[in-house]
């Protein structure tokens, strides 16, 4: 046999491999009899997805609004990787709360032992994760948490000032929002209180080369991934990040007796303090669980407020009545009066969930009760919460900001489980209050007295960074910011 054909039989011998693992993965749930959506070869039920020509959310929501009411779950595939697409409340409840034991797991690619800032809640799972949770949830109290408005509340003067003096000016308001929040990590989680120049720009780019392939393959294959050493962050990032915390940790200890004003002291000042490098990874966390969607959450929000004057107008009132009724002081009283304006944060994140679905996996195997479905045990679960909250069953003409739907009464007549940007359950977002307090200071700041309205830059309707797993947009907002003293 001469080399030609050596090699073709090789050739032809590596793609039948290839093509029977593909049929033997993709046949997963039909070899289950389990109800799924067919798959197209390799790429199974997100084609698209991976090259960026369709948001993961929008090939969920498609899956969801064919198979809902059908079965408490369907089947489907994300390339090989067979995922439980759940479309039922009450199974989303058993999932995140009554049985959440049994999903305690998210099934993120995580590599502490080299990687050591990946030892953060959001990426740990198993038995570490437990530990580090313990210890968490005694830092994020609602009694620490009131402790650090007064400190956020300092830093949002920082925006006052971004939004100067003008009259009247464009801005980017991804810009604008980015500059509050990074301020406000950088000081919380980091201690850092002067010039972030340098912290911004890791914040930018310590994803390294973020590509959804590579993603992807660590999620597939994480012992293979672990095996080859692979680094979900630039190695220089995340450098930087842990001689931050090291620095100030050494900082803080030499310092006598502190207000409490930041994460890094509540951190180590527990009864069992994590060590030094734990704590620079729960600090890291911050900026990978947090940044995002909070700077989507207060772009989305202005955008759709400068959509609809009359809206701004009532959350403007309400700020003003409100910081009037308290002396013109942020108190943590007034942030709870703030209801309207609570109601808009809330819609903002019913349409533009900034994670658009929960992650879990079955580390054991659960019947659903009363019935002949059964998730098996390492099954990976997908919980599409931006499909549910854009579900016209659930939320009428769901595609219109209506941040009437947050009043009690219409909050009252939804099934539970229908609004969940933040999870819920164990492994819910430990910093929902935190988030609420930031967002709300941050919305009061931006919005006392200032109108935001759209401008030829504005691009409406507004779209979404495929390439990315959570919700952002795909371009800076620009809106005309117009100062209004009254
Ligand atoms: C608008 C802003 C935010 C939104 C919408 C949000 C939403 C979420 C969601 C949906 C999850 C997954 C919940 C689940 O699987 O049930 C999560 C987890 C988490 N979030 Fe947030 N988050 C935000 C900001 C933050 C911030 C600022 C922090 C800072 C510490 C943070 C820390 C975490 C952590 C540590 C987890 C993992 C918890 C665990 O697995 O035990 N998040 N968040």
Redesign the pocket.
Known sequence: MDLLHRALLTAVSALSLFYALVKISLGYWKRRGILHEKPKFFWGNIKGVVGGKRHLQDALQVIYAKYKGRAPFVGFFACLKPFVLVLDLELVRHI?VKHAGNFTT?GLYSNDGSELLSG???QLDGHK?RAL?AQ?TGV?TPANINKLLPRIVLISRGVQRSLGKERLQTLNINELVDSYNLDV?ASM?FGLSADHTEFRRWTQSYWGKFSLWRAYLALEFPLLAQLLNHKSYAVSAMAYFQKVVLGQLQEQRRRDRQPLQT?LQLYSNMDQPLDDVQIAA?AF??IL???V??N??LSFCLYELARQPELQDRVRAEIRKTLEQHSGQLTTEGLKELLYTKQVLNET?RLH???PF???RATKEFELPGSVFVIARGNNVLIP?AAIHRDPAIYEEPLRFDPDRFETEAKRTRPAMSF?????????????Q??EQ??LVGLVTLLQYHRYTPCSKTTIPLEYDNGRLLLMPKTDIHLNVERVDN
Request: aromatic fraction near 14%.
């Open positions: 995140l998210r953060n809640l959001l994760w949770h968490s994020f990590v989680a994460f729960q966390g911050f669980a947090g940044l969607p909070l989507a959450t994140l969930t900034p994670y929960l992650l879990r919460t969940l940007p933040f999870g819920d359950g164990l492994r819910g977002c430990i910093a929902a935190f988030v930031e967002l």
